[in-house]
């Protein structure tokens, strides 16, 4: 069963941008849709955390939740990955690489297919 951490921008669920909070990713995990299908067994998120503007802290962020929460994957959301505009605070192809050298875990792009 894997352990999976959501990280996904803050600004964006926060201003409800098509986004109502964390119930698209939370619901994709648990009926294992879109990219959480690619899992075997079931999924358990352990965690979700918002990144902040502007996002300096994010990897040192979540290497912290690894030490308390311990986690196999991490999944970068829809609104952080794919934003139009993009974000203007990460490089969406240096980020995933980044993070799996920080914590060790394997990083997914995308959560869900609801739009």
Known sequence: MPRVLIVGCGSYMESSYDCPGDWKCLTAAVEKRAKFAEHDGDVQVV????????GRALV?????????SDFDVIHITNCMAKAVPACKNHDMDALPKMLEEKTGAKVVVGTHDFY
């Open 47 to 54: 965690g979700l955390l918002r990144c902040k503007c502007p």
């Open 60 to 68: 040192n962020n979540v290497a912290v939740a690894k030490t308390r």
